[in-house]
């Protein structure tokens, strides 16, 4: 039995590092995804939108490929305590930020929903 627990262990030191690289590189292409998003969309909600969603996504496989990759708990640790300040914080400040907009009063670039007479609408009858 010991010695099954020695392999085991011996795997995972093994395979935790490159799988530790994949996940981080996974985020890294997911945050600039994120990135072209912003820049391509027409709006500021649709930018919003990519931007809170894949830099979120995209920062949480960082930290959990960085965390694959911990030399001691204390480093783990560290990164978890990150990781949710991230999440609690990404979804509130995306929130704080639509909602400010919205009772500025910026429309999206289709324009108010049930408007007649929109150039989108206008476009979808032709």
Known sequence: MPDILTLLGDTWTTVRYPLGGATCLLGALLCI???????????????????SITDTSGAFLVLLGMALMAPHWLVLVKLFCMLGFLVLTSATSSHALANAAHTA?????????????????EEAGH
């Open 105 to 121: 009063g910026l429309q999206p670039k289709i324009g108010p929903v049930g408007q007649a007479g929109h150039e989108d609408h």
């Open 33 to 51: 995804v994120g990135t072209i998003g912003v820049l391509r969309f027409p709006d500021f909600y649709t930018r919003l939108h990519a931007a």
